[in-house]
């Protein structure tokens, strides 16, 4: 799995040891309507990665005209949006940074206007220091019939919030599910100062709870 940006490699280790427990919940990943979340908290901050396919954002997987290239560019921009995630409101959490881009279409990382994008929501990074991302994704290509086909489109997006009160944080939230009628589920995997924790976020419950 990729580790959430810029988390301590102690919480980082932690999460993928606990993704990995299961033997093979990646091995899969690519699974229509189920997303991946991943976030960690570090002092002040809350660090979140949103893996998913392209599916389950856009409704189709592959770039094959101008307009869906523009429909996938309005999607980068709407998963970048500080009103995604909620939190806790006695948290005082605040976006700082947002970044979203698709990888996997034709077995290509998309960047650049069209396809990539970062927002920094402040003029300076709170850390000083800024970790890549590393892409470690499993898919099985090779389909009952014998024939292969090109890797399927995923779309992933970091975030950074900064909290005024982290220790009065204890809930994350999300519109996904309502701005993505495709995305159905998340498999939540957290690092949180009373350790790791692991749940679900869907359209009934978008909340998970730590």
Not at 1 to 16: D, P, S, W
Not at 72 to 99: G, I, N, Y
Not at 187 to 207: H, L
């Amino acid at each position: 799995m990729r580790c959430v940006a810029k988390v301590a490699a102690v919480a980082c280790a932690l999460i993928t040891a606990g993704v990995s427990a299961d033997g093979h919940r990646h091995a899969g990943a690519h699974v229509h309507g189920a997303g991946h979340l991943n976030f960690a908290i570090e002092g002040r901050q809350v660090h979140i990665e949103l893996e998913t396919p392209g599916f389950d954002i856009l409704g189709f997987e592959s770039i094959r005209s101008d307009a869906q290239r523009r429909q996938l560019k309005d999607a980068l921009q709407e998963l970048e949006k500080d009103d995604l995630w909620s939190f806790t409101p006695a948290a005082s959490c605040r976006l700082k940074a947002a970044s979203a881009s698709a990888s996997g279409e034709h077995g290509e990382d998309h960047h650049g206007d069209a396809d990539g994008h970062h927002h920094d929501h402040d003029d300076h990074h709170t850390d000083g220091h800024q970790d890549s991302l590393h892409h470690s994704h499993g898919h099985d290509d090779h389909h009952g019939d014998g024939h292969h086909e090109s890797a399927h489109m995923d779309i992933a997006a970091t975030y950074v919030y900064e909290c005024a009160n982290i220790a009065g944080l204890n809930s994350i939230s999300t519109r996904l599910f309502q701005r993505f009628a495709n995305s159905e589920q998340l498999q939540v995997q957290g690092f949180t100062d009373s350790g790791q924790i692991a749940g679900q976020m869907n359209r009934e419950r978008p909340e998970v709870r730590f």
